[in-house]
């Protein structure tokens, strides 16, 4: 089976603060995807990766950026917290192919910022 | 207007009732279709995978693709308790790697 891993569950960090969310996947998946899913909004797309250092923009990249030196691992930075990014967040990966590829998710991390 | 437009509900039903979700989507490129479970504080997991037009069963699920309509429907038969989750319509087209999400209803089967 697939597993996807997330660092923390639960975090409490204060504004302005960096914070790092990690994620790790164990099934040589080239793609990797941050979301962040708020109620009422659904999930939207922060960033995506297709490689190693390789990263693309998704729908809501603004006060994020992203990390992926190693296939496995995609870090996900906010570089100085805001009370705006408290929110659920949800990493993913997927192989490459045609398209439609299945997504599988990690657990998510509730992230609170004071 | 958003590209995958999904009723967020909440919707709540009896057990043993039939149960169907339904996602409306804009754009004609779409081919893959699927419908993802996602319970209280966890992460969403696949529940169907469609391609193009036509019907998927698996069990009680039964995932309908209408693409002349740009309709997709869910059907759950003989609901119980343990279904109670959100469940996301998601879909891409031909060579996209990225998924296109509905925002998710919340379904609750009553006992």
């Known amino acids: 089976d697939v597993k996807v891993t997330q660092s923390s569950r639960y975090l409490v960090k204060r504004t302005g603060e960096k914070v790092f969310l990690e994620c790790v996947q164990d099934?040589?998946?080239?793609?990797m995807f941050w979301y962040r899913q708020d109620p009422g909004l659904g999930l939207r797309l922060i960033y995506f990766?297709?490689?190693?250092?390789?990263?693309e923009k998704g729908d809501i990249p603004e006060g994020y950026s992203v990390s992926r030196e190693k296939k496995e691992r995609f870090s996900l930075i906010l570089e100085s917290a805001s009370t705006n990014q408290t929110s659920m967040y949800l990493c993913a990966s997927s192989y490459p192919g045609t398209g439609g590829e299945t997504q599988y998710f990690g657990p998510g991390t509730r992230l609170l910022v004071l | 207007q958003k590209e995958v437009e999904q009723d967020p509900g909440p919707l709540s039903v009896p057990e043993g009732a039939i149960v169907s979700l339904n996602c409306t989507y804009s754009?004609?490129?779409?081919?893959?279709f699927m419908w993802y479970r996602q319970y209280s504080r966890k992460g969403p997991e696949l529940l169907m995978y469609t391609y193009s037009s036509g019907n998927k069963e698996d069990g009680r699920f039964t995932a309908q693709v209408d693409k002349s309509s740009k309709y997709i429907s869910l059907f759950i038969r003989d609901s119980q308790p343990s279904d109670s989750a959100t469940y996301l319509c998601a879909m891409s087209g031909q060579g996209a790697q990225k998924l296109v999400f509905g925002q998710g209803t919340r379904l609750t089967i009553n006992p």
């Open positions: 099934m040589d998946h080239e793609n």
């Open positions: 990766s297709y490689d190693v250092k390789m990263k």
């Open positions: 754009n004609s490129a779409f081919q893959y």
